[in-house]
């Protein structure tokens, strides 16, 4: 149980398109689903906190107008960066926290989206 | 301000042998949780195990176990019986109780069990 999928595993892209990628709770409804970004041999970084039915919050110094965040559903949440970047390029992990009532307070980890923007 | 420390940047251990990795956090807060996740190199990242603070007995799951200390802000995880699947980046997040949900992580602990 507890499985969270991403969508697509990896990306590359040219400069100055965008990309969205997806976060699905396979098994499990989430309200609140979370993206990071982790550099090369570093920590997570949560970039924003996504809420089913209204507007995510963002992180200081995450551009809201880049990194568009869209949770459609109790299922599924997707980030579109736009007009990407080389350095945008990363590897992007998003998490779901199940409803209350299943194992709360628990983020479930998506297995990571690897962008390459050239 | 919520804040985890991991001050073991890289550990080994042979393997069958246990290992400790150490976390200590700092937070003005009464009610949390703590967690230890595993990122192995497929960057997965997977839940070794969880801990709730008004809980004074320590949690377990199988080969791995910690030692909450909560006056001491303390979290180390113990992994015994060391597996060459364990070999990952392991992470010390805490996350309030009530609020945002947000995880707070340390900087990792990379850990090689050696055959």
């Known amino acids: 149980g507890a499985v969270v999928s991403q969508h697509p595993s990896r990306v590359i892209c040219k400069s100055g398109t965008s990309v969205k990628i997806e976060c699905r709770s396979l098994?499990?409804?989430?309200?609140?689903m979370f993206w990071y970004r982790q550099f090369p041999k570093q920590s997570l970084m949560l970039m924003a906190t996504?809420?089913?039915?209204?507007?995510?919050?963002?992180e200081q110094g995450v551009e809201k107008d880049k990194f568009l965040i869209n949770h459609a559903s109790l299922t599924l949440s997707t980030l579109t960066v736009t007009s990407a970047h080389p350095e945008d390029s990363s590897f992007y992990i998003c998490?779901?926290?199940?409803?209350?009532?299943?194992?709360?307070?628990?983020?479930?980890f998506g297995p990571g989206t690897r962008l390459l923007v050239l | 301000a919520q804040t985890v420390t991991q001050s073991q940047p890289e550990m080994s251990v042979q393997e069958a042998e246990t290992v400790t990795l150490s976390c200590t956090y700092d937070t003005s807060e009464s009610n949390y949780y703590l967690f230890w996740y595993k990122q192995p190199p497929s960057r997965q990242m997977i839940l070794v195990i969880r801990?709730?603070?008004?809980?004074?007995q320590n949690a377990t799951e199988n080969r791995f176990s910690v030692n909450f200390q909560k006056a001491a802000k303390s979290f180390s995880l113990k992994i015994s019986d060391s597996q060459l699947g364990d070999t990952a980046m392991y992470f010390c997040a805490f996350m309030v109780q009530t609020g945002a949900n947000n995880l707070f992580f340390g900087t990792g602990t990379r850990l090689t069990v050696i055959p």
């Open positions: 998490s779901a926290l199940p409803l209350p009532g299943g194992t709360q307070e628990t983020q479930y």
């Open positions: 996504s809420n089913e039915g209204s507007k995510a919050t963002y």
């Open positions: 098994d499990f409804q989430a309200t609140t």
């Open positions: 801990q709730e603070a008004y809980k004074q």
